[in-house]
């Protein structure tokens, strides 16, 4: 087991890593409850694998379960109404506490529906998917999406304890496991060489959850977001390194429809290699530094830009979407682009003119 602190002051809490903590949840909760009420906030897949498991770990707290369908159309104005209401009915107060026990889009559900029930109730993290372990659990990034964009609507609220059971990850299939992934790769590309440059001999390691290979790559993931976001909690500068990739990952979301055609994790393994080919072509950065990048996803068979090449045929319109970011200032284009891998930066004011011939002759290419 191993236990990675975000040190936020009076708002620091424990990400703890580790197999089978999910049976034994009840003594890493506890401590951490004002009262013995909890709502378990989930989705019918998560629910149907692993519910049991927890209802009967939490057998000593009144427990209520709160059951949303899966999928990422859940982080909406109607998900978020279904949750308050359910707390509303169940008569829930300020002192109870909130479990979002899912993967990346329960994970930013419930924190979002903690951080305004009542003006803000506590809430806890139990992570199920790699992405949401090594990523959207940790940070207090919470938020909903809308017509205009992905997580456009939201708040930092902090979570008081992140429960990463690496062993419920057996339960995924594949697809979710390279879509977890690509954020594991992520932290290498934006800031540790070194960490790449070890997934490029382990990470079919990962993928296999090899225990002590998952281990690792869950523990400096959330090692390397705990330090970034100590030192910049509301993302007014190194933070945004954390985004590399997903200017154009969240467009080509959009483009989706928020759909299960594409998964997150894809979209930002796509929108990575996006963002080093583009970085290449404007000369920031080494032409071999964004091959070896579309080497190892085309390794590891992760989704590459040949894979979604519907998604690039509108090059204006995925324009407008990337106008659309939260992290643009001023109607500008800010872009998380790379000087090498390990080395991203953020480029404010980004050229238009650029980007989209970039997209254009993108699409042109991709969809000879």
């Excluded at 409850?33 to 906030?41: E, P």
């Excluded at 990575?272 to 190892?296: I, R």
Aim: hydrophobic residues 40%; aromatic residues 6%.
């Amino acid at each position: 087991m191993t236990t990675v602190t975000v040190d936020l002051g009076e708002r620091s809490y424990d990400i703890v890593i580790g197999e089978d903590l999910l049976k034994n949840a009840a003594n890493y909760i506890t401590p951490q409850l004002k009262a013995k009420r909890v709502a378990i906030v989930t989705d019918e897949n998560v629910h149907a694998l692993h519910g049991k498991t927890l209802e009967t770990a939490l057998a000593g707290l009144e427990t209520h379960m709160i059951i949303r369908p899966a999928g990422e159309n859940q982080k909406s104005f109607d998900g978020l109404q279904a949750v308050l209401d359910a707390l509303f009915r169940a008569g829930f107060d300020r002192n109870d506490t909130l479990i979002a026990f899912g993967g990346g889009v329960i994970g930013d559900l419930t924190g979002f529906a903690a951080s305004v029930y009542k003006r803000g109730c506590q809430f806890i993290q139990i992570p199920t998917t790699l992405l949401s372990q090594v990523d959207s659990s940790v940070g207090g990034k919470t938020a909903i999406n809308n017509e205009f964009g992905k997580n456009l609507i939201g708040a930092f609220y902090q979570p008081k304890l992140v429960l990463a059971d690496t062993s419920v990850l057996k339960t995924l299939p594949l697809r979710e496991l390279k879509a977890g992934y690509a954020e594991v790769v992520k932290y290498g590309l934006l800031g540790d060489k070194s960490f790449f440059e070890w997934l490029e001999s382990h990470g079919q390691d990962v993928l296999n959850l090899d225990p002590v290979a998952t281990a690792q790559a869950v523990a400096i993931s959330c090692e390397t977001k705990a330090r970034i976001v100590a030192a910049d909690e509301q993302e007014r500068g190194e933070r945004a390194l954390l985004n590399l990739g997903h200017t154009f990952a969240h467009a080509l979301e959009i483009e989706a429809g928020y759909s299960g055609d594409l998964l997150h994790g894809e979209a930002v393994s796509a929108g990575m290699e996006m963002a080093f080919e583009y970085s290449a072509a404007q000369g920031l950065c080494p032409l071999s530094d964004a091959e070896k990048v579309k080497t190892h996803f085309k390794t590891l068979e992760l989704t590459s830009i040949n894979d979604i090449a519907p998604l690039l045929k509108d090059a204006e319109k995925l324009l407008t979407h990337m106008d659309q970011d939260k992290k643009n200032e001023g109607g500008a284009l800010t872009l998380i682009l790379a000087r090498a891998i390990g080395e991203a930066f953020v480029q404010k004011s980004a050229p238009r003119e650029a980007v989209l011939n970039y997209l254009t002759h993108l699409s042109e290419t991709v969809n000879a």
